[in-house]
């Protein structure tokens, strides 16, 4: 366990999925969370207070803050309000993400914008924006979520290459804001039975056969984050942990369908 | 070519299942001209998750994107939604064939508002269009076929399940049929 009394965690996309998961166990370890969801109403607004409420049934703080990380303004107004209604921040995991699932041919000139807008570009414009709080408070941690898509191929997956690109960001901020005492990694999560696995499972039909041992759980993503933005992990430094039950490991004995 | 084996009841019945299971609501209290979203408080992910149930109920495969975005795939980029995001008159005049004629729908309207025309009867329209493609034969070649759920179609010769149709190739092919007749959109 993480202790994590008194510090602010701010965790995008997590009205649900990895995201909710993260937001409970950084609460289960002592720290306020801003849950953050894209759009302000209809039910993802209440999937958001939902996590919230279960936040403050732990114990801690929780405030629901709203907004599309592709557009700078909206993400300043997000931490704005993290700023008047929790007071601070010192945890930012970077855990939202959106993307069409296409091979090549198909994308969109507004898919691809829409990829690299939120995927890379979004994530950046969070960091920017949370920096100033983080220094206020004497530093702090970034976690940022990614998925083995960074480097393996998986079927019509064009955020795989958004992924990389930001683990090699991860790494750039691990060096460039360790002077304000913020620290920065990632985690790159295997199989994790979310709602984009729900699309994957269709484009790849024989993940349904795969066997549990081949999936991580999102409460396993969200262990291994609670350590990243602990003290205990204050030497590792813009890595990527693979958190996948070493499924990348079985290049050649892939778990097979029984 | 109506499919004898899966009634509009059958398919009613089972789209109020997957949305009350996904939406925890009460099957009961939905009509099937309510909008998925602006009545029964569905967001896009839910489709996911509405979408596989009625696959796995039917054995079907149902389009795994919006209209909308198979006519750029397939006419070009720009032909139903411009750059400001607003629909275009031929996408507005492709919605109201599938949404009926009497739908809100104009050019110039922002896309995202399109997923609130989805309803429930509407889905259970898009599962009934696939199911009528139930192919004469069997790959054995027999011509037997039978449900005993009333939503599975197998095969009274071989015991195989009747395989139809995509979702997305049968909205291609429509898009492509529509266009050919109605020239709705310009392509260049």
């Known amino acids: 366990m993480a202790n994590l009394e008194g510090k602010i965690a701010w965790v995008t996309g997590s009205s649900r999925g990895i995201g909710r998961a993260i937001a409970l166990r950084l609460a289960r370890d002592g720290a306020d969370i801003a849950i953050h969801g894209r759009s302000e109403g209809g039910a993802s607004r209440a999937h958001?207070?939902?996590a919230a409420e279960a936040v403050r049934a732990l114990g801690r703080r929780a405030i629901c803050v709203s907004g599309d990380i592709a557009r700078k303004d909206e993400v300043g107004a997000a931490v704005a309000a993290i700023e008047e209604g929790l007071g601070g921040l010192d945890l930012v995991v970077l855990n939202a993400a959106r993307a069409p699932f296409k091979e090549t041919p198909?994308?969109?000139?507004?898919?691809?914008?829409?990829?690299?807008?939120?995927?890379?570009?979004?994530?950046?414009f969070c960091v920017q924006k949370a920096l100033p709080l983080m220094e206020q408070r004497g530093g702090g941690s970034i976690v940022f979520i990614s998925s083995l898509g960074s480097r393996y191929m998986n079927p019509q997956y064009p955020l795989g290459p958004m992924k990389a690109a930001m683990e090699a960001m991860v790494r750039q901020w691990a060096e460039e804001l360790r002077e304000k005492g913020v620290g920065a990694?990632?985690?790159?999560?295997?199989?994790?039975?979310?709602?984009?696995?729900?699309?994957?499972?269709?484009?790849?039909?024989e993940l349904s056969g795969l066997p549990d041992e081949a999936f991580v759980t999102p409460e396993e993503v969200a262990d291994v984050t609670a350590f990243l933005c602990g003290a205990d992990a204050a030497a590792i430094s813009g890595q990527t942990l693979i958190v996948d039950r070493g499924l990348s490991n079985r290049i050649l004995r892939a778990p097979t369908t029984e | 070519m109506a499919n004898p084996h899966v009634t509009r009841e059958r398919?009613?019945?089972?789209?109020r299942a997957a949305l009350a299971t996904t939406l925890r609501i009460e099957a009961d209290t939905i009509e099937m001209e309510q909008s998925i979203i602006n009545d029964l408080g569905a967001t896009s992910i839910d489709f996911l998750d509405i979408n596989f149930r009625l696959e796995q109920v039917f054995g079907i495969q149902l389009a795994s994107q919006l209209l909308l975005d198979h006519v750029e795939e397939e006419l070009g980029e720009g032909t139903a939604i411009d750059r400001d995001n607003k629909i275009t008159a031929g996408a507005a005049a492709l919605l109201k064939e599938q949404f009926g004629p009497d739908a809100p729908i104009d050019a110039g309207m922002y896309a995202d508002e399109i997923p609130a025309f989805v309803t429930a009867g509407s889905i259970a329209t898009a599962v009934e269009k696939i199911l009528d493609h139930l192919a004469d034969a069997c790959t054995c070649g027999a011509s037997e076929w039978k449900s005993e759920d009333g939503a599975k179609v197998v095969c009274g010769a071989c015991g195989a399940e009747a395989v139809y149709p995509d979702g997305d190739e049968l909205t291609k092919g429509w898009i492509h049929d529509v266009q050919r007749e109605k020239q709705l959109f310009a392509v260049s």
Do not use: F
């Open chain 1, 48 to 50: 958001a207070e939902e």
């Open chain 1, 106 to 124: 198909r994308l969109l000139e507004r898919d691809l914008r829409m990829l690299v807008d939120t995927n890379l570009l979004g994530h950046v």
């Open chain 1, 185 to 205: 990694n990632a985690i790159c999560a295997g199989l994790v039975k979310t709602d984009s696995y729900k699309t994957l499972r269709r484009i790849w039909p």
């Open chain 2, 11 to 15: 398919i009613d019945q089972e789209v």
